[in-house]
């Protein structure tokens, strides 16, 4: 839902993380970091952000401040009523999620969560679709942390288990290209900290009837800062518009 038309404006939240192993200096922070005076001095149609964060490369340290931000007094209470089971049965690689009652919508118009984080071998952009409920780090994160083949949340059942967002990433994609970006669709977002934030967003998404998506960059000497901030801003006023 956009602000045209006398609409609500989308309440927007970005994240990027900081340096991490093998990334002295991440391109999310700086997007994150400068993405506020960027859309100022662009002047383009106003864009609501709620908060720009820059999260700990660290699983349990990024998810601890990531809680505070989603649980914050800006954003949707939970539902009435408890999330209540999980579906038997796997579907592909996933499970279906059924909740006993709807999502509550907010109050304030509609709150999209959008997590940057890097790809260092990647040459252009990546909307993921999926998170796992598998916590298997290729190194230690930034607090010293490398859990291996363990579940992000126990309840939630098996390794394979994956939550999807519910934004439109096919249309997202096209709408994106068509503005000359080089992006793809994506339905694997590792399993190191991107994932692991991820997973609990797009949870607590589903409860709190938000939305939630990850987006892999490149690294800056692939793609330029100034067309990645141009990228994130045409990200979010698509998602104004549609």
Known sequence: MGSEGGLEAVRFNITGFSKFHGVADNPTETLVSKLRNYIKEEGGPPILLESCTVLETAGKGALGRLLELLNGPLQPSALDTKAKSEVNGARGAGRKVLLDGAPRKPAQGKIIWIHLGVNGGASRFALERRAYNEATFRCPDEAGWQPWKEPILPEDGPLDFFRETVAPVDELVGALR??????????????????????????????????????????????????QLEFVVALLRTLNSI
């Open 178 to 227: 068509k503005q000359g970006f080089d992006c793809a669709p994506s339905t694997d977002a590792g399993r190191f900290v991107c994932n692991y934030v991820y997973y609990h967003s797009l949870r607590h998404a589903l409860i709190h009837g938000t939305e939630s998506l990850f987006v892999h960059v490149p690294a800056f000497e692939v793609v330029g800062e100034d067309v």
